[in-house]
């Protein structure tokens, strides 16, 4: 068999969209403790006026289709609806240099009324720590760029934290920048500095 159709259902948040030239959602990249997803919109969704701003929680379900000739899995979403969000997705790693992806949301002041609120970081860098990134010293990229991070003065405004499979298995290690959502792969340790310069200098 070539191909194979299952069902999928993912929440995350919504990282930026794919728009047609009339300006309708064709599509979405959506972010949770497993990684980035592409998955396109289904034309009965892709008519309807949504509002997919970056940051928003929903919950998508469709096809997920598998064609193993290619070896490529394509996502389509059949339902979209919002998600009030989860505090945490996955615990940081004690002591980890590459801590697993924490998304989460802002306490409000009504939560939190003795306290003051807390300044969500102006960027992250997420770093896959999947076994062929970690084969190739993903685990070193993250201590090296919290290093460059703190000798420019960014190490409180930038986190660096790990993720799942970012489909670039062939090109490990790989990270993705946010909120620029910039992809780097091949990554070596003396590129680190220049990298920092480039997304926060």
């Given amino acids: 068999m070539s191909s194979s159709k299952t069902q999928?259902?993912?929440?995350?948040?919504?990282?930026?969209?794919?728009?047609?030239?009339?300006?309708?959602?064709?599509g979405l990249h959506l972010l949770n403790e497993e990684g980035t997803h592409r998955i396109k919109l289904s034309s009965s969704l892709r008519s309807q006026p949504w509002t997919l701003e970056p940051g928003t929680w929903v919950s998508v379900r469709g096809t997920e289709k598998h064609k193993a000739k290619q070896d490529k899995t394509k996502l389509k979403a059949k339902q979209i609806q919002?998600?009030?969000?989860?505090?945490?997705?996955?615990?940081?790693?004690?002591?980890?240099?590459?801590?697993?992806?924490?998304?989460?949301?802002t306490p409000s002041s009504a939560s939190q009324p003795d306290k003051p609120p807390i300044k969500p970081p102006a960027g992250k860098i997420?770093?896959?720590q999947k076994s062929k990134c970690r084969k190739r010293a993903s685990g070193d990229l993250c201590k090296l760029l919290k290093q460059s991070l703190d000798e420019h003065g960014l190490g409180e405004s930038i986190q660096v934290q790990g993720?799942?499979?970012l489909k670039r298995c062939k090109s490990a290690p790989n990270l993705v920048v946010l909120p620029k959502k910039a992809r780097h792969s091949h990554i070596k340790p003396q590129e680190i500095p220049a990298l920092v310069q480039e997304h926060f200098g």
């Fill in 8 to 26: 999928f259902h993912l929440v995350g948040r919504v990282l930026g969209v794919d728009s047609s030239s009339k300006g309708k959602i064709k």
């Fill in 163 to 165: 993720t799942g499979c």
């Fill in 126 to 128: 997420l770093v896959c």
């Fill in 82 to 105: 919002p998600h009030p969000g989860l505090r945490q997705l996955s615990k940081p790693g004690h002591g980890d240099p590459c801590p697993a992806l924490d998304i989460q949301d």
